[in-house]
């Protein structure tokens, strides 16, 4: 288990999940206020067109907000990961027909290829620079054809003090190390958004293998 594993698995890990339990209501206020523009808007941008019935995994699914809000506007065949049990055990009562389970992003359970469409949410950002191509790779390998992210930018690897801890959170181009990483993925799309009260950017960006 890495340093990073231990703190969000434990009472660290714990007091996060506390601090963003939410309803879906509260999370586009939260996006409207953080970017312009709510997280199903964002979502809306670079999902619109696919099929509702496509597999789909969450990594680090924390109490499964994501995973409800892509159930509430359409999509059926739903999963996550998450480390913090807590976390899981709280998005088992929160949620309806996705499949949650208690897992590391080192060691995803799943096939090769199992899901059509693998995704991220601010997830990366939390695993150490020695270990993210570890978790790359455990994402590159579950996925048939599309991986989804949404994380902090930078142009490079910059460590960002995280509630007076270090080594627990980081910002990079995120698709360029996918894309580094796997020759052949493509990107599909990518848009950066831009935090409205200060000069910090996140990143929303599509892959996708092959063709």
Partial sequence: MTQQMGE??????????????????????????????????????????????????????????????LQQTGFKNL?????????????????????????????IPFKDGFFDF?????????ISPNDIG??????YRCTKKYIWCFEYYADTYTEVEYRGHKDLLWKTDFAKLFLNQFHDLRLVQEKHFKYLGNDNVDTMFMLK???
């Fill in 118 to 126: 693998v995704f991220t949410s601010t997830l990366l950002i939390h």
């Fill in 209 to 211: 293998k092959g063709d």
């Fill in 8 to 69: 969000w698995a434990g009472d660290f890990g714990r007091a996060y999940t506390n601090r963003n339990a939410m309803s879906l209501q509260r999370m586009d206020v939260m996006y409207k206020e953080l970017y312009g523009v709510t997280r199903k808007e964002m979502n809306c941008m670079f999902l619109d067109n696919f099929d509702k019935q496509i597999r789909i995994l969450e990594v680090g699914s924390n109490i499964g907000l994501q995973l409800r809000l």
């Fill in 134 to 139: 570890l978790v790359l790779s455990e994402i």
């Fill in 79 to 107: 999963h996550g990961i998450e480390l913090q049990p807590y976390a899981v055990e709280l998005s088992r009562h929160s949620t309806k027909n996705i499949n949650l389970i208690q897992g590391s992003a080192f060691d």
